[in-house]
């Protein structure tokens, strides 16, 4: 053996004991800003996964995907009368060396009073149009063609859908891109996915939220 291979070995290590130790520090410091602004506004915060939380939203899109599927830095208050979560979620892709890790910061509403038909909306791209070719299902609206284009829209009810998404809201999608919502009953939760918010700007991430809510709500029944 080289006598330079044990000092090769050693840095190695190095490397990736100093790389863990960054991803350790970066998550205390995430989670102590998260519950600072949890505190200021007056929310509850919890920086363990909730095993419970992700079986609710199973049957969201979003958290049907993967395997090693986490929540953390759980904020939970109320806004304008509604019952609100944000958190951080991730889940992985693939295995071994073609695995990847998803992450998102995730806009959760709950309430009795609006029941909103089973739908997803999410930026379409080159794969789901490709999957089109071969079957996978996209609500198109002729009169709103860049809409259309930007995203992909799928729901079990298609014609409730047609009468849900109103002109505003199909306005709003289309000028402010790359957002995902989906909602099912009482439930909508509002995410970028791969994208994670800086905690300093979690009270705007709500208050965005809030208007999309309400832009949505008229349209539920």
């Known amino acids: 053996m080289e006598p330079w291979i044990p000092f ?13 130790t960054a991803v350790r520090v970066a998550g ?4 102590d800003a998260f519950a600072a602004e949890a ?21 969201f899109h979003l958290f049907s995907r993967g395997h090693s599927k986490k929540i953390s830095n759980v904020l939970r208050g109320q806004a304008s009368a509604l ?12 295995g071994g060396q073609s695995s990847s890790t998803h992450s998102q910061t995730v806009l959760l509403f709950e309430t009795p009073e609006v029941q909103f038909p089973a739908f997803s909306l999410r ?3 080159i794969f789901h149009r490709i999957g089109q070719v071969f079957g996978l299902k996209d609500i198109d609206f002729e009169d709103a063609p860049e809409f259309s284009r930007q ?5 079990e009810d298609e014609s409730a859908i047609r009468n849900f998404f109103s002109d505003d ?18 439930r909508l939760i509002v995410y970028r996915s791969g994208k994670k918010i800086d905690p300093a700007v ?12 309400a832009l949505l709500s008229p349209g539920a029944r």
């Open 8 to 20: 090769l070995v050693i840095g190695g290590l190095a490397v990736v004991g100093g790389i863990v």
């Open 28 to 31: 205390r410091k995430r989670r």
């Open 39 to 59: 505190a200021r506004l007056g929310f509850t915060f919890s920086p363990d996964d909730e095993e419970w939380l992700r079986k609710e939203l199973a049957p």
């Open 83 to 94: 019952q609100i979560a944000v958190f951080d979620y991730r889940y992985t892709t693939g």
């Open 123 to 125: 930026p379409e791209n």
């Open 151 to 155: 995203y992909l829209l799928q729901a």
């Open 169 to 186: 809201a199909i306005r709003h999608f289309s000028e402010h891109t790359g957002i995902c919502v989906e909602a099912g009953g009482g």
């Open 202 to 213: 979690v009270e705007t991430f709500m208050r965005d939220g809030v208007y999309l809510y």
